[in-house]
């Protein structure tokens, strides 16, 4: 028989986690055993993914900055990303905007079910709230502070530092290029080395990806609130999954136009990790496999997508911005204030950048939304509304963006004349050319 493509596999490992957590949750003791026996599979498997992260970044991150040869055309790369990426979180923000100002979904909320809903939620609600308290305290100039670690190997032993680790990266592979390349050259075989087995590592994680999933996805179904409430806030979920949805579609229309590829060819390449974007939640924790898909199903070459994805991965988060966007106007609507055009205007700014400032993990969009209902002026308690259906949007605008770190992975290459054809390798020959061509030298 053939084998299934990974994204069937994954979609069917999806399907099964669900279904087999409901047929379990008839028997009294059906949860309890989820959460004992299966749930610990589905952590095992986005803790060896983590695992990858810090190694893969500094590997791959290294070794593509370093074999840029000069660093114009490192600032150049550098510049095109950063603004294709703020670019489509401004059109992200906004597309959301639209959306929530159009369908008014707040308004559909009845008194009583508000008051239901901060009664049930008020207390994860204020957690949140803390949590974010703690990251307003700081100054203006603080994520720039952070981004300087004091210790490599400190940054480098706590996954939430990825930014950090990306500074040491880039800052570690100018070093490189500055020096005589025979000097820089043993460096650069270990972490081209380093870089191969870590993408080997991959694969092999990858191979449990369908049992990971079905154990993650059935522990989501054992813990999942109840629905009453859900259906309250459905109008509101379905204004963010619409938005979510167009910002798929935007993604494969504008690949199409720079690229020349088809949306197919796009959807089709990144869907395995979208899907693990989905179950897992965390865009960090779905790199490694966004690095894969885009070097070798999409034809981006390395030295593109080892820079591009990791910064993507920390602050492009698209889906995260459009979120914050729908849900800061919802709960405007939901406790019947207005906003004019200027506090909009306030959100496009203020979604941007708390959606940069998210960490790539579960639950991060929520925290940093604090700061933009605090900007607006909008009630913070009004975060117990939307508590209950936060996991799955969590989950489907994780998908969104990490989909969007790919999209411009692709028009980033495009635009440096390296993106290629995946099938048929045609980057490796020509840097082996190059390898050789330099050895002569
Ligand atoms: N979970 C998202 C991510 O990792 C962040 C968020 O909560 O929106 O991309």
């Not at 008194?111 to 207390?123: A, M, P």
């Not at 974010?132 to 981004?147: C, I, N, T, V």
Request: hydrophobic content about 50%.
């Amino acid at each position: 028989m053939k084998k299934l493509e990974l994204h069937w596999q994954i979609l069917l490992g999806m399907g099964l986690g669900i279904l087999f957590a409901f047929i379990l949750s008839y028997f009294e003791w059906g949860s309890e055993f989820i959460s004992d026996w299966i749930k610990p599979f589905g952590t095992i498997f986005i803790n060896a993914l983590k695992l990858i992260a810090v190694p893969l970044i500094l590997a791959s991150l290294i070794k593509g900055v370093s074999d840029l040869k000069d660093i114009s055309s490192l600032s150049q790369m550098g510049l095109r990303t950063i603004l294709t990426y703020l670019s489509t979180t401004i059109i992200a923000v906004s597309i959301g905007l639209i959306i929530v100002n159009v369908f008014e979904p707040g308004k559909s909320i009845e008194s009583d079910t508000r008051e239901e809903l901060v009664e049930s939620y008020g207390g994860d609600a204020e957690l949140t709230r803390q949590n974010a308290e703690k990251q307003k305290e700081s100054g203006p100039l603080r994520a720039l502070e952070d981004l300087v670690p004091d210790n490599i190997f400190g940054a480098a032993s706590n996954n939430s530092n990825m930014l950090q680790v990306i500074f040491f990266a880039i800052f570690f592979g100018i070093g490189m290029i500055l020096i005589p390349e025979k000097k820089s050259r043993p460096i650069k075989e270990f972490f081209d080395s380093l870089n191969e087995v870590i993408l080997k590592m991959i694969d092999l994680i990858m191979l449990a990806a369908p049992y990971g999933v079905f154990a993650l996805l059935a522990a989501l179904v054992v813990e999942a609130p109840s629905t009453d409430l859900f259906v309250a806030l459905a109008y509101y979920a379905i204004c963010v999954v619409g938005g979510l949805l167009l910002m798929i579609g935007f993604y494969a229309l504008i690949v199409g136009i720079f690229t020349k590829k088809s949306p197919l060819y796009f959807l089709k390449g990144i869907s395995p990790a979208q899907l693990l974007a989905f179950s897992t939640s965390s865009s960090a924790a779905t790199l490694p496999v966004t690095m894969e898909r885009v070097e070798e199903h999409l034809g981006v070459h390395r030295q593109v997508s080892s820079f591009v994805l990791p910064i993507g991965a920390t602050i492009n988060m698209d889906g995260t911005s459009l979120y914050q966007a729908v849900a800061a106007v919802f709960i405007a609507q939901a406790f019947g204030i207005e906003l004019s055009f200027a506090a909009q205007l306030g959100i496009i700014a203020t979604a941007t950048l708390a959606s940069i400032g998210s960490a790539a993990v579960p639950g991060a969009g929520m925290v940093m939304l604090v700061i933009v209902l605090g900007q607006a002026g909008i009630p913070e308690a009004g975060l117990a509304l939307i508590f209950a259906v936060d996991r799955p949007l969590d989950m489907i605008r994780t998908s969104v963006n990490v989909t969007g770190d790919a999209a411009v992975a692709m028009l980033v290459a495009k635009s440096q004349d390296k993106l290629g054809d995946p099938q048929v390798k045609e980057w490796d020959d020509k840097y082996k050319k190059e390898d050789f061509d330099n050895q002569i030298e």
